[in-house]
């Protein structure tokens, strides 16, 4: 349950494409495209340790949206007992998160030292969750806490978010 409320909201940010033409005439000799920088991996670049720290199990991982890449996007996932946690990393500024509708009560933060954009995503599960997107050389890279629905008396997400941040953060790029 929890993470079908995380693919919706993955979902909704990783409807952006971008359409190639070819008009058919004959390319220049040389170089066409310029290479963008790899994104950062979540999936391969934070260890187990810091996950189960974290609060989460690390056998849980789930890469992409329920499994399937979104382009543009490197996502991972994982669960614990009281909540799961999803890091995200885009080429996107995050300014684009501001302007996107449905996210909503943004506010500065700083976690582990490190400044950020918090913000909640409206619909039924915006008491659930909590996001934080941090700007990097590539983009942004976004932590995501969502709480367990099925328990009650959990800390607010937001809470949660502060604390995975202080273990995860450090070890997001700049």
């Given at each position: 349950m929890k993470r079908a409320g995380t693919a919706l909201v993955v979902a909704g940010l990783a409807v952006v494409g971008l359409v190639g033409c070819d008009s058919g005439e004959p390319r220049s000799k040389g170089p066409t495209t310029t290479a963008k920088p790899a994104l950062w991996n979540p999936?391969?670049?934070?260890?187990?340790?810091?996950?189960?720290?974290?609060?989460?199990?690390?056998?849980?991982?789930?890469?992409?949206?329920?499994?399937?890449?979104?382009?543009?996007?490197?996502?991972?996932?994982?669960?614990?007992?009281?909540?799961?946690?999803?890091?995200?990393?885009?080429?996107?500024?995050?300014?684009?998160?501001?302007q996107k509708p449905g996210n909503v009560d943004f506010r500065d933060v700083t976690i582990a030292g490190r400044t950020g954009r918090e913000f909640k995503v409206t619909g039924a599960s915006k008491d659930l969750g909590c996001d934080v997107v941090f700007p990097a050389s590539t983009g942004v890279v976004q932590l995501q806490i969502f709480n367990s629905a099925i328990k009650s008396g959990l800390d607010d997400p937001c809470a949660y978010l502060e604390r995975v941040g202080e273990v995860l953060v450090p070890l997001f790029p700049n």
């Amino acid at each position: 349950m929890k993470r079908a409320g995380t693919a919706l909201v993955v979902a909704g940010l990783a409807v952006v494409g971008l359409v190639g033409c070819d008009s058919g005439e004959p390319r220049s000799k040389g170089p066409t495209t310029t290479a963008k920088p790899a994104l950062w991996n979540p999936c391969t670049e934070i260890s187990d340790a810091a996950l189960t720290e974290a609060g989460v199990d690390p056998t849980t991982e789930e890469k992409g949206v329920a499994g399937i890449p979104q382009s543009g996007w490197e996502i991972c996932g994982w669960a614990g007992p009281d909540y799961s946690i999803t890091v995200y990393t885009t080429n996107k500024p995050v300014a684009d998160f501001e302007q996107k509708p449905g996210n909503v009560d943004f506010r500065d933060v700083t976690i582990a030292g490190r400044t950020g954009r918090e913000f909640k995503v409206t619909g039924a599960s915006k008491d659930l969750g909590c996001d934080v997107v941090f700007p990097a050389s590539t983009g942004v890279v976004q932590l995501q806490i969502f709480n367990s629905a099925i328990k009650s008396g959990l800390d607010d997400p937001c809470a949660y978010l502060e604390r995975v941040g202080e273990v995860l953060v450090p070890l997001f790029p700049n």
